[in-house]
């Protein structure tokens, strides 16, 4: 697990928090990884939403990654904030996280990739608009032929591969039940570096 070398013990999730995460988020090893709805903020200030895979969480903070190209990056590019959620339904569970978001390490990124499935680590090398515009067909003999032209574990990340660290700057767990009134337990990064924790209603 990359765990944010560098990161000041101010700014790191509070240990409390991050114990909650690591019982309600699978652990980093697991092959499943969940789907978290990824909010972002254009250059002119409008909002996107989508889902993508949380690689892996640590104290320093939450990693998502996609291709340098994509509309997401440009957003966190032009405008650093975002915030995603996850809900867990039949757990009367809900996650969100209000964050800033950086480019990940180097190191961390070809970590993230070997942990992909095949599928996965295929698509980040075909997954450009030109490939998008051919005919299925055509797409499908491509990628055939592209898989079988590398084995598995000879693929290592393309130039386009990239990973954001999400630093979250308000963590809220939201948790409900049939018998009583939901609640919010929230932790937010003040100005001065410290978090505060509130219980709030649902």
Known sequence: MIDG?????????P??????????????????????????VDVQGRPDVRNVLLSEYSPAGFFVHTDERSRKMA???????????????ADFRQLTVQA????????????AYSRRSRYLQLLAWLNSVEFAELPQPQREA????????HPDGTLTPPPTWAGLL???????????????????????LAASGTWRT???PG
């Open 166 to 188: 999400l630093r979250p700057t308000r963590i809220t767990f939201w948790r409900g039940g049939a018998l009583a009134a939901s609640t919010r337990l929230e932790y937010t």
């Open 198 to 200: 509130s219980i709030l």
């Open 75 to 89: 957003d966190v590019t032009a405008n650093p904030n975002a915030a995603f959620s996850i809900a867990w339904p």
């Open 15 to 40: 240990a409390e928090a991050f114990a909650t995460l690591t019982h309600w988020l699978p652990a980093n090893d697991e092959f499943a990884r969940p789907l978290i709805a990824l909010a972002t």
């Open 5 to 13: 070398v560098g990161v000041g013990s101010a700014s790191r999730i």
């Open 100 to 111: 800033t978001a950086e480019r990940a390490t180097p190191e961390e990124e070809a970590l």
């Open 142 to 149: 491509e990628w055939a032929a592209f898989d079988a032209a």
